[in-house]
Structure formats: C-alpha cells, structure tokens
C-alpha cells in the first residue's frame, strides 16, 4: 500500500533521565502517524549505562541537532517542568530554524517558557549561527517574546487627512485630542487602533579579534 501524504517527523528533546517518558511519547507519536526521532541511549536513566567520552557527548549532540534540523517540528518532553542544558541548546536550534514546538507538560512550557527564558535563549541562537549550523531565522521564524499592547488614535478629516496619535503616558483623552489637532478639517472621526507588539530585542555574537593583518591597496 502506497501513499502520497507526507508523515511529519518529529524529534524528541529532553533529559535522558526521563526513560518512560520518552518512551511513552514514542509510542504516542507513533500511533498518531509521526515518524519519530529519538536519543540514542538514556545514560542517565535508570538503564544501565553505556559510558560516554565528552568527545562522544559532543558527537551525540550533534547528531541530535541533525535530527532537529531533519525535522518537521520538536516534542521537548519538560517533565515536571525540567529542561536541561542540552535540551535548551536543542530548542534554540528549533527556534533558530523555525521549527515548530510541542510540549509534554504544556502549562510549565509553550511561549510563556521561551519569553521568560529569551535572554537564555538568544546566546545559544548566537552559537549555532557560530558554529555553522545556520543563520538565525533562515526560514522566516521569529523568538516568541514580550509583546505589549499598543493603541492608538487616529483621527480623519473629510479631506481624507489623518494623524495617528498614541503613548504609554497618554490618556485616551489625550491621545485623541492631541490626534484632532493634527488635522485640520472641521468634521472628523477618531478610530482607536490596538495592537500587540513584539518588544524588540537584539542578537550580539560575543567575541574577539584573534589577529588582524594590513591588506595595502
């Protein structure tokens, strides 16, 4: 039997302490039609251990980033709201690449967990792009992060003028009167817009001039 759908791939992220959760999410993604792609081995689960080099952490590391970068979107299996070393990395590169994020215990994760932790997140972002593994936000994805709520008043003559005024210090009798001003026709109408807008926050790459060599022209 054939078929033509294509099966998302998911990635399972999270602390390899976590064996049965891990295993359970496996069994669920599964039955719900995923492909799914997991650690290879739980050394810090009650399973006995296969012993593990730093040079061979590093190596699974990066196999795991392979994996995240194979797929369609990440599972981060946060119990009891733990996200580790390694799992930030990973949800860093998932962000990085826009890949879609779920989570085993929603309420301790989702984007209230990325905006609390951006300032985590955004450095890690910034080592990926170092060591190659992409550029932040190849795909069109953006870091969830604080948003505020914006209003503003605009205020439009008959003449078709219009001025849009708005603050966080100002009254909304302020705003629309200090909106009015702007224009100059004799009839006008004052619409209220609102928005919630990301608060902008920048990427720094941190580092240091190694060497430096004088190119004559």
Aim: with cysteine.
């Amino acid at each position: 039997m054939t078929t033509t759908s294509k099966r998302r791939v998911v990635t399972l992220c999270g602390s390899t302490k976590f064996y049965d959760a891990f295993q359970l999410a496996n069994l669920k993604e599964t039955m719900e039609g995923r492909i799914v792609l997991s650690v290879g081995s739980f050394m810090r689960s009650e399973q006995p251990p296969m012993g593990c080099t730093p040079e061979q952490k590093d190596a699974l590391d990066e196999l795991h980033f392979d994996k995240i970068s194979m797929s369609d979107e990440i599972l981060v299996l946060n119990v009891d709201g733990y996200v580790g070393e390694s799992t930030r990395n990973e949800i860093a590169l998932a962000i990085m690449l826009n890949k879609p994020i779920r989570w085993y215990d929603e309420l301790l994760g989702g984007d209230r967990w990325i905006e609390d932790n951006s300032h985590d997140i955004w450095p890690r972002i910034a080592r990926h792009v170092a060591n190659g593994r992409g550029r932040p936000f190849s795909r069109g994805g953006t870091l969830p992060i604080k948003r505020v709520k914006a209003k503003i008043a605009v205020a439009i003559d008959e003449n078709g003028e219009w001025a849009a005024v708005g603050g966080n210090d100002l009254t909304d009798r302020d705003a629309q009167g200090c909106a009015l001003d702007g224009i100059a026709g004799d009839t006008a109408l004052v619409h209220w817009v609102t928005a919630e807008i990301p608060v902008p926050r920048v990427l720094e790459l941190n580092g240091a001039v190694e060497s430096s060599t004088d190119v004559e022209g």
